[in-house]
């Protein structure tokens, strides 16, 4: 696999070496050894999987304090961009942000450490979106951060109006009002 290095520090794309024949691909998906020689340690406990349809948008969420989450993320089925957002008030790319397309075709993976919101917005007719965690969910520890904050300035690839997105993501706060780390 080749570990590429972001503009953010901690957040990691991760493309791996893909073996296709007339029978199709194979592919390691996750080698510890490997991840936490480019990456570091990180006890992954849990495995989701999310299925959505075009213009879905999941995010920008993240966990709060010691429930807070590190990701490893991928698509098994369709495309996607996928956003990871520097909300640790002391780091230097503090509001900044993280996107790739992540698809069934090239194969990547995305991992973005705690202290970040995360969300993905659908750009295929269905994608089945599939993630490590390293801490599970806990409803009391969850948040949000609106997808369209101005201040954050995220370039999502679809008009606004095709956006599909819930009530409680709608609801969600601007970075400058939100719990932070």
Known sequence: MDYIKT??????????????????????????E??????????????NESKSSYGVLRGLHYQKGSFSQAKLVRVIKGHVV??????RRNSPTFGKHVM?????????QFFIPRGFAHGFLVLSDEAV??????NPYAPQAEASIRFDDPELA??????AKD???SAKDLSALALKDAELF
């Not at 490997?34 to 495995?47: L, S, T």
């Not at 790739?100 to 990547?108: A, F, G, H, P, Q």
């Not at 995220?154 to 008009?159: A, N, V």
């Open 34 to 47: 490997e991840f936490e020689q480019h990456v570091g340690h990180v006890d992954f406990i849990q495995d």
């Open 100 to 108: 790739v397309e992540l698809s069934d075709e090239n194969k990547r």
């Open 129 to 134: 979106f599939t993630y490590k965690v390293d």
């Open 163 to 165: 956006i599909l997105t």
């Open 82 to 87: 996928d956003v990871a957002v520097d909300i």
């Open 7 to 32: 503009e953010i520090d901690g957040v990691w794309i991760i493309q791996p070496k893909v073996f296709n024949d007339a029978r199709g691909y194979f592919f390691e998906a996750w080698k510890k």
């Open 154 to 159: 995220i370039q999502w690839p679809i008009d």
